[in-house]
């Protein structure tokens, strides 16, 4: 039976620190509180995704610290399949977050052996061919970009490709343009979509080849989607509290991409994917308040003042939709 998402990307451990305003040159502020979670974009793809209800793997580099930290271990205790989980001989890399109390602005560092992590990827093209085949959807977030184009490149996947580029859109863009014409779903945020048309030269995001569906997140102020000559308007759920956004587009992602799977259409996707993010950002760290399915469902209901709908069509429907 097939797996029904394989989210290729990184597994970090984040260290956050969170503050009442980001410190000038030569200055230092005092943190208010410091964390350290596990993340990275395509663990928390993964873990999301199998916390909703749906079959999870993950294909990433680790580092010889990734059963000292237990990070393997959480990953098995959350249902994730690690058999493309690759150990490398350095360190895992690290991410280092300053958060701004309040906001969802924040200030990133990132750490990794990239030479190390890039020789292992290449070494291990083949083994992700293969499990890229077994799986319904193959989603790339922030990573080795070259090597997600020589994977796309090479074909036989025989999955709907979805594509998140992060921050990857502004350090090296046309790795990003590159990709883009072996994506079916494409996902953004709206700094990230203004970047890649200025790049790209483009009026507007529809003329962009390649993927059939296009989301924009827009903050507090939602989403937008646009799936054939349509555009749909998305409304951000309200969360109980705003403690962290770390990992909220991570998992909404993982909530479209699971809706899909169980039949939902893509406006009905749109807002269980707000829902799902809405969790996130609840508590500190990318994976630390990830929803469960009865709970998505419950805030759905309470925030859309709607009973929770029943499936609109087949996953293999939506499939076609997105390949053709």
């Known amino acids: 039976m097939k797996k029904e998402i394989i989210s290729f990307g990184s597994i970090v451990i984040d260290n956050v620190l969170v503050v009442k305003r980001f410190p000038s040159i030569n200055e230092t502020v005092l943190a208010e509180k410091y964390r350290y979670t596990y993340g990275g974009a395509g663990a928390n793809v993964a873990v999301a995704a199998s916390r909703l209800g749906a ?13 000292r930290t237990n990070y393997k271990k959480h990953l098995e205790r959350e249902g994730v399949d690690i058999r493309g989980v690759i150990p490398a001989n ?17 200030v990133l560092y990132f750490y990794e052996n990239r030479r190390e992590t890039r020789r292992r990827l290449f070494e291990n093209l083949e083994r992700a061919r293969e499990l ?10 922030t990573g080795h970009f070259e090597f997600y184009y020589k994977l796309l490149k090479g074909g036989n996947l025989n999955s709907v490709v979805s594509f998140d580029p992060g921050q990857e859109t502004f350090n090296y863009p046309y790795r990003v343009i590159r990709i883009i014409p072996f994506v079916n779903m494409l996902f953004m945020n709206n700094h ?8 790209m030269k483009l009026k507007s995001l529809r003329q962009i080849r390649g993927p059939k569906l296009i989301s924009v997140s827009l903050g507090a102020q939602g989403s937008m989607i ?17 403690v962290d956004p770390t990992g909220a587009g991570d998992s909404h992602r993982a909530g479209f991409i699971v809706a899909l799977l169980k039949g939902y259409n893509v406006e009905t996707a749109g807002k269980i994917a707000s829902v799902v993010a809405s969790f996130t950002i609840e508590a500190e760290g990318a994976q630390t308040s990830l929803p469960y399915w009865k709970q998505v469902v419950e805030r759905y209901e309470e925030f859309f003042k709607e009973e929770f709908p029943s499936p609109q069509l087949t996953w293999e429907e939506m499939r076609r939709e997105l390949l053709s």
Do not use: N, W, Y
Request: aromatic letters at 10%; hydrophobic letters at 35%.
């Open 55 to 67: 079959k999870s793997c993950l294909f990433a580099v680790s580092g010889r610290d990734f059963e």
């Open 132 to 141: 890229a085949s077994t799986c319904e959807v193959s989603h790339f977030s």
């Open 192 to 199: 990230e979509a203004k970047r890649l048309k200025e790049v």
């Open 226 to 242: 646009l799936f054939k000559d349509k555009l749909f308007r998305i409304p951000a759920v309200k969360p109980r509290k705003l």
């Open 90 to 106: 350095c360190l895992m890399p690290r991410s280092f977050i300053i958060s701004k109390e309040g906001s969802d602005d924040q």
